[in-house]
């Protein structure tokens, strides 16, 4: 059974921070690429990171240089560090785990920016 458990999310002020962490069983996570993607309230969910099996991360553009991902494999924890938070950033974010044509989501940890 597999299960991708996020926590971390919360509410902070616009120029804070906040870590997230995305806890994976029942996968062989080294295999899998890990990603971090959000849905605000009337939109879809888009990507925000991505970082591959081989340890490489790409970020959409509204994010660069902001947050970093990262992922422990000893840990089976695939990590977003979000710094200089925006209002924008506020969104439901969900963790997901990527094989070939293999798709796990997590439930998802809400993560509010006050302004």
């Known amino acids: 059974q597999v299960q991708l458990v996020e926590s971390g999310g919360g509410l902070v002020q616009a120029g804070g921070s906040l870590r997230l962490a995305c806890a994976a069983s029942?996968?062989?996570?080294?295999?899998?690429?890990m990603g971090w993607y959000r849905q605000a309230p009337g939109k879809q969910r888009e990507l925000v990171a991505r970082?591959?099996?081989?340890?490489?991360?790409n970020y959409a553009d509204s994010v660069k240089g902001r947050f970093t991902i990262s992922r422990d494999n000893a840990k089976t924890t695939v990590y977003l560090q979000m710094n200089s938070l925006k209002p924008e950033d506020t969104a439901v974010y969900y963790c997901?785990?990527?094989?070939?044509?293999?798709?796990?989501w997590g439930q998802g940890t809400q993560v509010t920016v006050s302004s």
């Open positions: 970082i591959t099996s081989g340890g490489n991360p």
């Open positions: 029942g996968i062989i996570f080294s295999f899998n690429h």
């Open positions: 997901n785990a990527n094989l070939f044509d293999y798709d796990f």
